[in-house]
């Protein structure tokens, strides 16, 4: 009879499946990656392993049946297999499962935060070989206040201090480690976000400087089918560190039976920063490489990227021709601005022709901002009416005075388009309004080449930059990328003598291409930029052309596959 903690008897899985559990983090691992990761952490009968967050138990079944193959003694089993799990009813499960199945567990129901690890007093287990798992995926917006608190702690007896932005299993992997023996092995189902999100910086670390030996098995195919996050398999083992990773690729669960390692492709993962490029293949992950050190240089070559004006309340302080007409405000009290949101930015630039097209359309292309000494009868109902509305007790209101005046911020020399589904965008500005931050924006530099501003957002469109936003911008939910200032600031443009020299070719056919732009056909805009910026300007092959779209495509095609595009998404 498997041992556990529990108050309560065991019920049929089937019962004890709730409406809670997606709240809770909780995906139910394919059995086939659960067999993979016991038969690799656990290498001899009398291994003692841990699956911190149990859950049903797969991973204690897998583990009690390979123990059983190796000879274990089976009647021994809840002094070698442990599972921990917070869900009382998941382990009322996970007794009548393992049961049935003849194998055996000790089980606790408690927050594995609430273990102490073996090197401090009062832990109740002993030091494992092995701790296998699927952390709960629970991100930050919903792992907060006292549960933080506890998780955060954990990971910082273990060295690793962790962001506020921290998803939970970053937290789990890092405490679960601290019950391994120093040659212990760790192997775990993490999301794809180890590779590709900057709180996970202090995970990857770690990583290095924790374990002699690091294996990431990265899948082609969404493993999870109630889950829209990709997954790596993470294998580690060993203490002391090490200098670089290695890479196994495969389609789906049902290849890592044959999964070999002696073939596996060594990697040195950037020493700060994400490792998005790790999702790649090694050859387009080189060429990758090779075609940045050599013809590209990072955007803030150009300009820095600068956030738009926060108002607190864009709703109230971004107004409609005829919202300004209504209250009687007039031009002296707003300032032109690109309207909140990207969506009519669907052009190599934006013009004041555009500007009155969107105003006449009642787009929002004003924003509020009057001098402090204003008063006219207008504005003072204008005002009157945001307080009505509650505007002024919006943070940002209350931390500026008057709340009523947004900082606006200068005109920049183009937008940026720092949220999509399929790229980033630069639109050059040359209706010289202003914009609200929906958007970012690039003031260039002096020294800038006089070509950069019409010639930038046509050039972007190649098949490197493409790659390079999928590799340094952040993938979210439903498909979408995501570059704060700082990452677009990386990403890779090309240098200005490439730069001049494509743009030379490519600029009698602008309009032309512009055209195709805006009615959507951007693969034959990259197809053509590709041709004259890749092949003719920077000499390289058509094969090397088309691995390097196809390595954009691939990557694009994961992060697509976490949700679906918005209809009239840019």
Same mark, same amino acid.
């Given at each position: 009879?498997?041992?556990?903690?529990?108050?309560?008897?065991?019920?049929?899985?089937?019962?004890?499946?709730?409406?809670?559990?997606?709240?809770?983090?909780?995906?139910?691992?394919?059995?086939?990656?659960?067999?993979?990761?016991?038969?690799?952490?656990?290498?001899?009968?009398?291994?003692?392993?841990?699956?911190?967050?149990?859950?049903?138990?797969?991973?204690?079944?897998?583990?009690?049946?390979?123990?059983?193959?190796?000879?274990?003694?089976?009647?021994?089993?809840?002094?070698?297999?442990?599972?921990?799990?917070?869900?009382?009813?998941?382990?009322?499960?996970?007794?009548?499962?393992?049961?049935?199945?003849?194998?055996?567990?000790?089980?606790?129901?408690?927050?594995?935060?609430?273990?102490?690890?073996?090197?401090?007093?009062?832990?109740?287990?002993?030091?494992?070989?092995?701790?296998?798992?699927?952390?709960?995926?629970?991100?930050?917006?919903?792992?907060?206040?006292?549960?933080?608190?506890?998780?955060?702690?954990?990971?910082?007896?273990?060295?690793?201090?962790?962001?506020?932005?921290?998803?939970?299993?970053?937290?789990?992997?890092?405490?679960?480690?601290?019950?391994?023996?120093?040659?212990?092995?760790?192997?775990?189902?993490?999301?794809?976000?180890?590779?590709?999100?900057?709180?996970?910086?202090?995970?990857?670390?770690?990583?290095?400087?924790?374990?002699?030996?690091?294996?990431?098995?990265?899948?082609?195919?969404?493993?999870?089918?109630?889950?829209?996050?990709?997954?790596?398999?993470?294998?580690?083992?060993?203490?002391?560190?090490?200098?670089?990773?290695?890479?196994?690729?495969?389609?789906?669960?049902?290849?890592?039976?044959?999964?070999?390692?002696?073939?596996?492709?060594?990697?040195?993962?950037?020493?700060?920063?994400?490792?998005?490029?790790?999702?790649?293949?090694?050859?387009?992950?080189?060429?990758?490489?090779?075609?940045?050190?050599?013809?590209?240089?990072?955007?803030?070559?150009?300009?820095?990227?600068?956030?738009?004006?926060?108002?607190?309340?864009?709703?109230?302080?971004?107004?409609?021709?005829?919202?300004?007409?209504?209250?009687?405000?007039?031009?002296?009290?707003?300032?032109?601005?690109?309207?909140?949101?990207?969506?009519?930015?669907?052009?190599?630039?934006?013009?004041?022709?555009?500007?009155?097209?969107?105003?006449?359309?009642?787009?929002?292309?004003?924003?509020?901002?009057?001098?402090?000494?204003?008063?006219?009868?207008?504005?003072?109902?204008?005002?009157?009416?945001?307080?009505?509305?509650?505007?002024?007790?919006?943070?940002?209101?209350?931390?500026?005075?008057?709340?009523?005046?947004?900082?606006?911020?200068?005109?920049?020399?183009?937008?940026?388009?720092?949220?999509?589904?399929?790229?980033?965008?630069?639109?050059?500005?040359?209706?010289?309004?202003?914009?609200?931050? !929906?958007?970012? &924006?690039?003031? =260039? +530099?002096? %020294?800038?080449?006089?070509? *950069?501003?019409?010639? $930038? #957002?046509?050039?972007?469109?190649?098949?490197?930059?493409?790659?390079?936003?999928?590799?340094?911008?952040? !993938?979210?939910? &439903?498909?979408? =990328? +995501?570059? %704060?200032?700082?990452?677009? *600031?990386?990403?890779? $443009? #090309?240098?200005?003598?490439?730069?001049?020299?494509?743009?030379?070719?490519?600029?009698?056919?602008?309009?032309?291409?512009?055209?195709?732009?805006?009615?959507?056909?951007?693969?034959?805009?990259?197809?053509?930029?590709?041709?004259?910026?890749?092949?003719?300007?920077?000499?390289?092959?058509?094969?090397?052309?088309?691995?390097?779209?196809?390595?954009?495509?691939?990557?694009?095609?994961?992060?697509?596959?976490?949700?679906?595009?918005?209809?009239?998404?840019?």
């Amino acid at each position: 009879m498997a041992v556990a903690v529990l108050t309560s008897l065991a019920e049929p899985l089937s019962v004890v499946e709730d409406d809670n559990r997606h709240a809770r983090g909780a995906f139910f691992t394919p059995q086939a990656i659960a067999d993979f990761l016991a038969s690799w952490a656990i290498r001899t009968p009398d291994a003692t392993v841990l699956d911190p967050t149990c859950g049903e138990s797969v991973f204690l079944i897998a583990a009690g049946r390979h123990l059983r193959t190796l000879g274990a003694d089976l009647s021994h089993l809840d002094s070698q297999v442990y599972g921990i799990d917070l869900h009382a009813p998941s382990l009322d499960a996970s007794v009548a499962l393992l049961t049935e199945m003849g194998l055996d567990a000790h089980l606790t129901a408690e927050d594995v935060f609430d273990v102490p690890t073996p090197d401090q007093l009062g832990c109740p287990l002993p030091l494992m070989d092995a701790v296998v798992g699927n952390p709960p995926f629970v991100r930050y917006q919903e792992h907060r206040g006292e549960a933080r608190r506890r998780s955060v702690q954990a990971a910082l007896r273990q060295g690793v201090r962790l962001s506020g932005l921290a998803s939970s299993w970053a937290s789990v992997v890092i405490h679960a480690s601290g019950f391994l023996k120093p040659d212990g092995r760790l192997a775990m189902v993490l999301p794809a976000e180890l590779l590709t999100v900057h709180y996970a910086e202090p995970v990857r670390q770690w990583l290095r400087n924790r374990f002699s030996g690091v294996t990431l098995v990265m899948f082609e195919r969404l493993q999870f089918e109630d889950a829209l996050e990709n997954v790596v398999l993470l294998l580690a083992h060993g203490s002391g560190g090490c200098d670089s990773f290695q890479l196994k690729y495969v389609s789906d669960a049902s290849d890592l039976a044959q999964l070999q390692f002696g073939d596996a492709i060594s990697v040195l993962p950037a020493s700060q920063g994400k490792w998005t490029d790790l999702l790649l293949p090694i050859s387009q992950r080189r060429l990758y490489r090779q075609a940045v050190e050599k013809s590209f240089v990072p955007l803030d070559t150009y300009g820095s990227p600068t956030l738009g004006t926060v108002t607190g309340g864009n709703d109230f302080f971004t107004l409609s021709d005829a919202t300004k007409e209504e209250f009687g405000l007039r031009e002296e009290h707003l300032k032109k601005i690109c309207p909140p949101g990207t969506r009519h930015l669907r052009s190599l630039s934006f013009g004041m022709g555009d500007w009155n097209q969107l105003r006449e359309a009642g787009e929002r292309v004003w924003l509020l901002h009057p001098e402090p000494t204003h008063r006219s009868a207008g504005l003072q109902r204008y005002i009157a009416f945001g307080k009505s509305q509650g505007i002024d007790s919006a943070y940002k209101c209350q931390i500026r005075s008057p709340w009523w005046r947004p900082p606006a911020v200068a005109v920049p020399d183009l937008f940026f388009t720092y949220m999509s589904h399929r790229y980033p965008r630069l639109i050059a500005n040359t209706a010289r309004v202003s914009f609200v931050n !929906s958007m970012h &924006g690039l003031r =260039l +530099k002096k %020294e800038a080449p006089a070509q *950069a501003k019409a010639a $930038l #957002p046509l050039l972007m469109l190649n098949s490197v930059t493409m790659l390079g936003a999928e590799v340094v911008g952040r !993938s979210y939910g &439903g498909g979408i =990328l +995501k570059m %704060e200032p700082r990452e677009a *600031a990386a990403l890779p $443009l #090309p240098k200005p003598n490439c730069l001049a020299a494509a743009w030379e070719i490519l600029r009698p056919e602008r309009d032309a291409l512009n055209r195709q732009l805006q009615n959507g056909l951007w693969t034959n805009v990259v197809a053509r930029v590709d041709e004259v910026l890749l092949r003719q300007v920077l000499g390289l092959s058509t094969d090397d052309g088309c691995t390097l779209h196809g390595a954009a495509r691939d990557l694009r095609a994961r992060r697509l596959t976490r949700g679906t595009p918005a209809d009239g998404d840019a």
